[in-house]
């Protein structure tokens, strides 16, 4: 089993950066696909990207990429995510998760961080 935390988030003006981070306890993490969710009020919770076991693959929701980068350290058993150029529509609640496989499904992650709050205004 694995409990995810995650922190990093605050209010920022648009075009700065955050960097989001959750930190899993127990020694599996390396065996888990480790993904970015983001829910904004009103809306459903919508995927926003991936990092594979290996850290060798990514993938990125198109309105976020060239803007945001996933990345792990397995030895801190954290998973990053660098958001630069932020925009007022990236205002949400950002979750991280874990899954067993490659997925932009939130019904094939089995574990999830509590959320953790990004407002950007213009």
């Known amino acids: 089993q694995v409990q995810l935390v995650g922190s990093g988030g605050g209010s920022v003006q648009a075009g700065d950066s955050l960097r989001l981070s959750c930190a899993a306890s127990g020694r599996t993490f390396s065996s888990y696909v480790m993904g970015w969710f983001r829910q904004a009020p009103g809306k459903e919770r919508e995927f926003v990207t991936y990092i594979t076991r290996s850290g060798a693959n990514t993938y990125y929701v198109d309105s976020v990429k060239g803007r945001f980068t996933i990345s792990r350290d397995d030895a801190k058993n954290t998973v990053y995510l660098q958001m630069n150029s932020l925009k007022p529509e990236d205002t949400a609640v950002y979750y991280c998760?874990?899954?067993?496989?490659?997925?932009?499904?939130?019904?094939?992650?089995?574990?999830w961080g509590q959320g953790t709050q990004v407002t950007v205004s213009s």
């Open positions: 998760a874990a899954s067993s496989r490659p997925s932009i499904s939130t019904r094939n992650y089995d574990y």
